[in-house]
Nanobody, 120 residues
Framework: EVQLVESGGGLVQPGGSLRLTCVAS????????MRWVRQAPGKGLEWLSG????????KYIDSMKGRFTISRDNAKNTLILQMNSLKPEDTAVYYC?????????????WGQGTQVTVSS
């Protein structure tokens, strides 16, 4: 069974930093592109960043560039999002996401999410 467990969220002041982690199980983590998405209050899911299987190719939504860094530790089945220079508009529930292929079908998985609140 695929499981994604996020942690590391919390309350932080504007300009502060947080490090989110996502521990994966139930699939071959190192074989899949991983992503971070978020959902702000009253809004839909927003894709933030993706990282290739080996970690050598990363992509970010424009508003994240220079502030957030995605990385992964395949030995520990862990996805990481380092968030710096946080802004109130970054307040959201953050999820890691993977699309896993099984028996010719593709299924989306998200974790339970971790709440990030940026406020003074």
């Amino acid at each position: 069974e695929v499981q994604l467990v996020e942690s590391g969220g919390g309350l932080v002041q504007p300009g502060g930093s947080l490090r989110l982690t996502c521990v994966a199980s139930g699939f071959t983590f190192s074989s899949y592109t991983m992503r971070w998405v978020r959902q702000a209050p009253g809004k839909g899911l927003e894709w933030l960043s993706g990282i290739s299987t080996g970690g050598d190719n990363t992509k970010y939504i424009d508003s994240m560039k220079g502030r957030f860094t995605i990385s992964r530790d395949n030995a520990k089945n862990t996805l990481i999002l380092q968030m710096n220079s946080l802004k109130p508009e970054d307040t959201a529930v953050y999820y890691c996401h993977v699309v896993v292929a099984k028996n010719g079908n593709y299924k989306h998985y998200w974790g339970q999410g971790t709440q990030v609140t940026v406020s003074s």
